[in-house]
Structure formats: structure tokens, C-alpha cells
């Protein structure tokens, strides 16, 4: 074969060339981390490559979303908690009312400090975010939710909805929670039935909130509900010692009214003989072993005092009220004057009472919901940590798929040069031969 001079100088420099070319492969290796320079330098590894990348900007998102997440359901949780400590003030503030050495000037105070504390709590029912939304409207963020007075009471304007983030691929977390659940339905009185006074009551009795021994029997399809407590005072000593105080158990709710200890019609004035149980001031009056079909309802109440002939006290099943309902009828029970020679002190005391077993509910109402709350975030911060593990394991997939092996790439390298600078020289010493070095 014969080898011509242009064919010495061109397989010279395209070996030149092809040295130069891997060398400057190895430098942008070594210079970037990367072995995977383009697609062409290994197509499987780098469509793997790609595949995790975009799984991993996957999970940064969630990432994202999740200490969002942390971040509203912690700064809802603050709110709710100036919210607790709110209603124990004004919690606080009733007993104060309750005290019998208060004139009407005292309460007429104790009322004014707690208007204010009423618009403060309107305050945080309508507290915002950082972008601007109503945290307690739903999803009607840009809607502000509660507005009113104490005079007229407050209305709620959001919805029940629960604004959520996508924190998982399969798992959405609410992060904020309905004006509505929070404020608004709130069972009143022991969260079973609330206890109150007839407002035509002319004694001084008081009841308490009650109690459920058995809620199963509370709710029979017996039990209406609306129940009362009625007295009658034997002045004449009709059935036993005169002056003696008697009580009914009666279901309201019958046309006309039933005596659930005789099962008869209730005989209001004491002109029949259904006030069978004489009355004892602090003495528990139980709705158990009643008449038939009524029997048992699993209900306590206690009432102290000294109730007049015809006074009533009423036992129903509870309802939702509002927490501003709440502190407004406190405020208007510490207004009224309390004239001389009324039972108004008795009325007060069993507004009193009632307003601090319903704001004892409302407590409960938002410790529940800041339970929820909490449970909330753990859950966020469970998924940070899985997903922090997963974007590791990505990373080292990555690292496998794509990082240069400096080691190998310096040899290389190191070699590739060696071997240009020979591939250089010798080119050099064979472009120099000419058979006019060998003529004479």
C-alpha cells in the first residue's frame, strides 16, 4: 500500500484531534462533577437521570407545601390560642359579676370591660393570614366572616369549607378550619341539655348545669327533650307539714303537660297529687325511676335556693349557641339593675351560671379543634421527614447516575495527555521526513 505524504499529515491530525476532543471531555468532567455531559454520552443513564430529577423536584414541592401547611395550621393555632385565654378572662370576669357585694355600678363596669372584650374576640374570629385571607371564613377567604354588635349579635358570612394543600401524592391537608365549627356550634349547657329558669320565677332558687349519668337514656324516644322542674309550697299543710316545698318532674312537651313521677296529667298549684317529693335546698333531683313509659332518663340536676309556689325550671336538650351569644347575654344579665324587694339577684346568679358552663364549652370547643390543629401539623411534619429521606435517596441516585469518579477522570485524563503530547511529537518528527533530506 502506498502512504502518501497527505495521508501522513491527515491521519496525523485527526489523531490530534480525537485526543484533544476526549481530553477536553475529561476537563469539562472534572471541572463540572458530572459524567453525563450530554444525552450522548450515556442515553440510559441520562433519561434515568432525567426521570429522577423530575421526581425530585416532585417532592421539593411537597416539601414546599408542607411547611406551608405547618406554617398556617401554627399561626391558626396562635390565634386560637389568644382566643382561649379570651374566654378565660371573661370567664373570670363573670364569677366577678356573680359576687353579691357588687352594686349595680360594679357590675355596670365589669359589663363595660367585657364589651370590649366581645370586640375583641370578633377581632380574632376575623383574623387574616399572611396573603390577606380571613383564616376562619372557609373558602371564602377574601369574605369577611363575622360582623355585628352586642346589641344586635353577630352574623357569620364564610362557608363550612376547609382550604387544603396537596402534601403528598395522594394526601391532601386541610389548613384552615370553618368560622362556623369554631365559634357558632357550640352545644350549650353540659353539651347533653342546659338547665334554665322560668321568666316568671318569683323564689330564689338556682340550678346548676346538671349531669348525664346515662346518656343512652337521656336520648329515648320517651324523653321529649323539654322537661321541667315545678314546685308547689303547701302553706296549709295539705298533705304533710305545713309550709313544706314539693316538686314535679314534667314532660313539657304534652298537651297537657304529664307528671313523669304519677304518669298522670301534671296538676300545676299543687291541686292534684302529682308534687309527690318534698324539696331539700342543695339536694340532688334525680329524672330516674320515673312512671312508666318515661322510667329512667339518666338525668341530675341540683337546685338550691328557696323556689316559690309556681316557679319552674326547665331541662332541654342542647343546641348550638354562638360564644358571642354567649358573652352578649352576660353583658346584658350585668346591666340589669338589680331593684330591692325582686328575685333579680336569683335570675342573675342563674344567667351567671349559665354563661360560665357555656363559655366552658366554647373552651372545650376550641381546645378540640386546636387538638385537630395539632394533630394536623405532626402530620405535616411526619411527611417533611419521609420526604426529606426520599429527596436524600434521590440525591445519592443522582450522584450515582451522574457524579464524574475523579479518581478514574485523573488517570484518564493524565493518560489522555500523555498520550496527545506523544501523538504531538511524533507528528512533529514524521511531517520533518522528505526524500530531499536523502539527495545528494
Do not use: C
Amino acid at each position: 500500500m502506498r502512504i502518501s505524504t497527505g495521508m501522513i499529515y491527515d491521519a496525523g491530525v485527526s489523531g490530534i484531534n480525537k485526543q484533544t476532543e476526549t481530553m477536553l471531555n475529561l476537563q469539562q468532567q472534572v471541572a463540572s462533577g458530572k459524567r453525563i455531559l450530554t444525552p450522548a454520552d450515556d442515553p440510559v443513564g441520562a433519561a434515568r437521570a432525567l426521570e429522577v430529577t423530575q421526581s425530585q423536584s416532585v417532592i421539593v414541592q411537597y416539601s414546599s407545601n408542607q411547611q406551608n401547611a405547618s406554617d398556617a395550621l401554627a399561626f391558626t393555632d396562635t390565634q386560637l390560642s389568644g382566643a382561649t385565654d379570651l374566654l378565660g378572662q371573661i370567664r373570670d370576669l363573670a364569677l366577678q359579676g356573680s359576687n353579691v357585694t357588687l352594686n349595680d355600678s360594679g357590675r355596670q363596669s365589669i359589663a363595660t370591660t367585657l364589651r370590649g372584650s366581645y370586640e375583641q374576640l370578633i377581632g380574632i374570629a376575623n383574623a387574616t393570614d399572611g396573603t390577606g385571607q380571613y383564616m376562619f371564613a372557609g373558602y371564602m377567604g377574601n369574605t369577611k366572616p363575622f360582623s355585628g354588635s352586642v346589641a344586635n349579635g353577630v352574623t357569620y358570612s364564610g362557608d363550612d369549607g376547609q382550604r387544603k394543600l396537596q402534601v403528598s401524592a395522594t394526601q391532601q391537608l386541610a389548613i384552615s378550619n370553618s368560622g362556623n365549627d369554631i365559634f357558632n356550634r357550640i352545644s350549650n349547657g353540659n353539651g347533653i341539655f342546659t338547665t334554665g329558669y322560668s321568666p316568671s320565677n318569683t323564689g330564689s332558687g338556682i340550678i346548676d348545669a346538671g349531669s348525664v349519668t346515662d346518656p343512652a337514656k337521656w336520648n329515648s324516644a320517651s324523653n321529649s327533650g323539654n322537661l321541667q322542674v315545678q314546685f308547689w309550697v303547701d302553706t296549709t299543710g295539705t298533705i304533710g307539714p305545713a309550709n313544706t316545698t314539693y316538686y314535679d318532674l314534667v314532660d313539657a312537651n304534652g298537651i297537657p303537660p304529664k307528671s313523669l313521677l304519677t304518669g298522670t296529667n301534671s296538676t300545676p298549684g299543687g291541686a292534684g297529687n302529682t308534687f309527690t317529693h318534698a324539696y331539700t335546698s342543695g339536694q340532688s333531683i334525680s329524672f330516674t325511676g320515673l312512671a312508666a313509659p318515661y322510667n329512667d332518663f339518666g338525668a341530675t340536676v341540683t337546685i338550691k335556693g328557696a323556689p316559690a309556689s309556681g316557679d319552674s325550671f326547665s331541662l332541654q336538650k342542647s343546641s348550638a349557641q354562638s360564644v358571642f351569644d354567649t358573652v352578649r347575654k352576660l353583658i346584658f344579665a350585668l346591666e340589669r339593675p338589680l331593684a330591692s324587694g325582686t328575685n333579680n339577684a336569683s335570675k342573675l346568679t342563674n344567667d351567671i351560671a349559665s354563661a360560665v358552663t357555656n363559655i366552658d364549652q366554647a373552651s372545650q370547643n376550641i381546645m378540640t379543634v386546636r387538638a385537630g390543629i395539632g394533630s394536623r401539623i405532626n402530620e405535616a411534619d411526619s411527611l417533611k421527614v419521609v420526604n426529606d429521606s426520599l429527596n436524600l435517596q434521590y440525591t445519592q441516585a443522582l450522584s450515582t447516575l451522574q457524579d464524574v469518579d475523579y479518581t478514574k477522570a485523573a488517570s484518564d485524563l493524565a493518560r489522555i495527555t500523555t498520550q496527545l503530547q506523544a501523538a504531538q511529537k511524533s507528528f512533529v518528527n514524521i511531517s520533518q521526513l522528505s526524500l530531499f533530506s536523502y539527495l545528494p
